[in-house]
């Protein structure tokens, strides 16, 4: 088979449209490991950051077996949770194996099959305790039967996924048997369903349009209805609220509760209506009701999803798991030659990072607090929406926030110097009081904060990786109301590079790099993160720059960390230099550089 990078990234924005999609739907089927109601997002952020990583690179110019190393790399530095490090595991080991493929860009069905083998071995290999009805039985059952069909005349890859996704969907089903706990709740496993939805979106490329997901009660309606039942059931009580929610409960149809235990809840609470006095039906009532609570339980033993990459040389990684073990469980940890991705469930995050300062250093950090994150799944509180999407930014500089409300920008959280916290990213989230979010910061050192946020919040999120003001000016260039958020998440995220500019700063300490010396108090000019010029004059800088950038553009725009009298002359000195080209200026009031230009 014939597949180019190119190919092969478009077949992976399928499925994580896909995923992306249908997360919240497998965010309430978590019960395990914990029942913190994230999977599907932590799924979707892990392929998301993977997917953004490629966009620095020539796709074009990549191999097959380079771009999948490039994205297994992706996935596993920006895995979250235990999905997105075991989804990292199952791809590592596909690149790995086409990574010894002698062919560019022809890989054989016998190949690809090799490849899904050995990514759920290792995948198994590296998850502590591997469970049957997980994700993992899902990469098993694919790898077994992708081997299988392979022997098939005439097969190819795409017909071969098709034959599989039915079985995948009954091994889905039959999770809950394998998996005491899922028949419990009476759920499918999360991370099963989560697998099933990538497959099917690959299958996108075959015009495969099946249902993907039956629409599914949330996780909280289904408590909040087995708690009212339990109640009438043992108290009987005849208040106009238990009145009301007994006509409601009589009226649901069971068959059409995809959650099986609550289906059996209601049909026992009809008949049990309809027969009056039967002690022996109240007492199973009560009894599943409980057992229905308990499996969405929040007794967490280790209440922190600890994550983060640690840089180091000449570590022994088994000697790191014996370290580490004692701090907690599900332990994974991951090696990309000198980088070490590690996931942990712990008490005691701070003291545990602290430690690992000493053996090497940490580049990235992130720590969910698992027990907000079951509130959030299983509260019976219901979430004001006011407005069904909304636009957060988080920017530098009031002027700018202006900006980006003008161009419809609904909701704006504004920082000077020190960067929001998660706390604050997350009450932003909270009062845009919209079910469909997107979101987006100028400077990519907020991401972290900004994913951690996303999993205490309830509504819709989709969050696009930025790093820069003028990028999310340019989101806004190509909003539209008339479009869902996906497509315009999508949208946005293909034009992020459409506007070029540079930024101008002052040089808080002499620098000599690459020819260009500054000292202390002298201005510098940065394009595509590279110093380019340096001056101690900002109107020298500014005409330097514009003469090294400019092309066939015909608008500047000076965005200005004050505006103040020199304005007018700025502008006087730039439209007598630059007589071809029009020029506009406005009050971004950022604090580190003096001035963003852009060229449009």
Not at 2 to 27: C, G, M, P, V, W
Not at 339 to 355: A, D
Not at 500 to 529: Q, V
Request: hydrophobic residues 40%.
């Amino acid at each position: 088979m014939s597949l180019t990078a190119f190919q092969t990234d478009k077949i992976l924005h399928n499925a994580y449209n896909l995923l992306s999609r249908e997360k919240n739907t497998i965010n309430d089927l978590n019960v395990f490991p914990v029942p913190d109601g994230d999977t599907g997002l932590n799924m979707t952020l892990t392929i998301q950051t993977a997917l953004n990583s490629l966009k620095k690179k020539d796709i074009e110019t990549l191999c097959i077996r380079e771009y999948l190393m490039n994205f297994a790399n992706g996935m596993i530095l920006n895995s979250r949770g235990c999905s997105g490090v075991i989804l990292a595991l199952f791809c590592k080991g596909i690149a790995e194996s086409v990574k010894q493929s002698d062919h560019l860009n022809n890989i054989s069905n016998s190949e690809l099959s090799a490849a899904f083998r050995l990514g759920y071995e290792l995948a198994y290999k590296e998850t502590p305790s591997p469970c049957e009805g997980t994700m993992l039985t899902m990469m098993k059952v694919f790898a077994n039967y992708f081997e299988k069909f392979t022997r098939e005349k005439n097969s190819t890859p795409f017909s071969i996924i098709k034959k599989i996704i039915p079985i995948l969907e009954k091994t889905l089903e039959k999770t809950p048997e394998m998996l005491p706990i899922l028949k419990k709740a009476g759920v499918v496993d999360s991370g099963a369903m989560g697998f099933l939805v990538l497959i099917k979106g690959v299958a996108l490329e075959l015009e495969y349009n099946r249902s993907i997901i039956k629409p599914l009660m949330t996780t909280a309606n289904i408590l909040l209805i087995s708690k009212y039942v339990r109640s009438f059931v043992t108290r009987k009580k005849s208040g106009k609220r238990n009145k009301l929610f007994k006509t409601i409960i009589l009226n649901y149809q069971p068959k059409s509760i995809t959650n099986f235990t609550l289906s059996n809840i209601i049909k026992m609470f009809n008949n049990l209506v309809q027969k009056k006095d039967n002690i022996k039906i109240a007492k199973a009532i009560i009894q599943k009701s409980e057992d229905l609570v308990e499996s969405w339980s929040s007794n967490i033993q280790y209440r922190y999803c600890t994550e983060f990459i640690m840089e180091a040389n000449h570590i022994n990684k088994q000697n790191l798991k014996s370290q580490l073990n004692n701090w907690g469980d599900s332990l994974i940890i991951i090696e990309s030659e000198d980088i070490y991705k590690i996931h942990i469930h712990t008490n005691k995050p701070k003291s545990l990072l602290k430690l690992c300062e000493a053996w090497g250093k940490i580049t990235f950090t992130k720590v969910d607090d698992m027990k907000k994150q079951h509130h959030n799944l299983t509260s019976q509180d219901k979430a004001y929406y006011d407005k069904d999407n909304a636009v957060l930014f988080i920017v530098n500089g009031d002027g700018f926030a202006e900006i980006l409300k003008g161009l419809g920008a609904t909701d704006i959280l504004i920082y000077k110097k020190v960067k929001p916290s998660v706390n604050q990213v997350q009450n932003a989230i909270i009062k845009t009081r919209a079910k469909n979010v997107i979101i987006a910061a100028d400077n990519t050192d907020i991401l972290p904060s900004l994913k951690s946020a996303i999993t205490l919040c309830k509504s819709n999120i989709e969050l696009i990786e930025t790093g820069s003001i003028i990028q999310l000016i340019s989101m806004m260039y190509n909003y539209s109301d008339s479009f869902d958020v996906m497509q315009n998440a999508n949208i946005m995220r293909d034009n992020l590079d459409n506007v070029k500019f540079c930024k101008i700063a002052r040089a808080t300490r002499s620098f000599n790099e690459d020819l260009i010396f500054m000292e202390k108090g002298d201005f510098f000019t940065i394009y595509n993160n590279k110093i380019i010029l340096s001056s101690k004059n900002i109107q020298d800088i500014l005409i330097q720059s514009i003469n090294k950038l400019k092309g066939e553009e015909s608008l500047i725009s000076l965005y200005c960390a004050e505006m103040g009298k020199n304005k007018s002359e700025i502008l006087y000195l730039m439209q007598s230099t630059f007589r071809n080209i029009s020029f506009e200026t406005y009050y971004g009031g950022q604090n580190k550089f003096n001035y963003y230009i852009t060229f449009e």
